[in-house]
Nanobody, 125 residues
Framework: QVQVVESGGGLVQAGGSLRLSCAASRHTFSEYVMGWFRQAPGKEREPVAA????????YYADSVKDRFTISGDNAKSTVYLQMNSLKPEDTAIYYC??????????????????WGQGTQVTVSS
């Protein structure tokens, strides 16, 4: 069973930075995508960013482009989300997910087969 574990959430003031990490263990996938989603109270889960290991492509939601950066280590099946210039509206539970597919539909939750438990990010104004 693939395990997906996130870490790095916390409380930060607006304008600050946080770095989330996600490790996927116990798999032998050669082509897969790792993505970040977030869900704020009373809202639907929304895509944030993703990285496709088959081609190294990265994808971002418009709301985080130029502020967040996704990167990773394929050999370690680990992905990072560097979040800068954080805003109160970035407050949410952030989920990491792994999909055994390419990244062409990275923004769809149905692309992903395995999900982590989530990590809370709170941005105070």
């Amino acid at each position: 069973q693939v395990q997906v574990v996130e870490s790095g959430g916390g409380l930060v003031q607006a304008g600050g930075s946080l770095r989330l990490s996600c490790a996927a263990s116990r798999h032998t996938f050669s082509e897969y995508v790792m993505g970040w989603f977030r869900q704020a109270p009373g809202k639907e889960r929304e895509p944030v960013a993703a990285i496709s290991w088959s081609g190294g492509s990265t994808y971002y939601a418009d709301s985080v482009k130029d502020r967040f950066t996704i990167s990773g280590d394929n050999a370690k099946s680990t992905v990072y989300l560097q979040m800068n210039s954080l805003k109160p509206e970035d407050t949410a539970i952030y989920y990491c997910a792994v999909g055994v597919k390419d990244g062409s539909r990275w923004y769809r939750p149905t692309t992903y087969d395995y999900w982590g438990q989530g990590t809370q990010v709170t941005v105070s104004s």
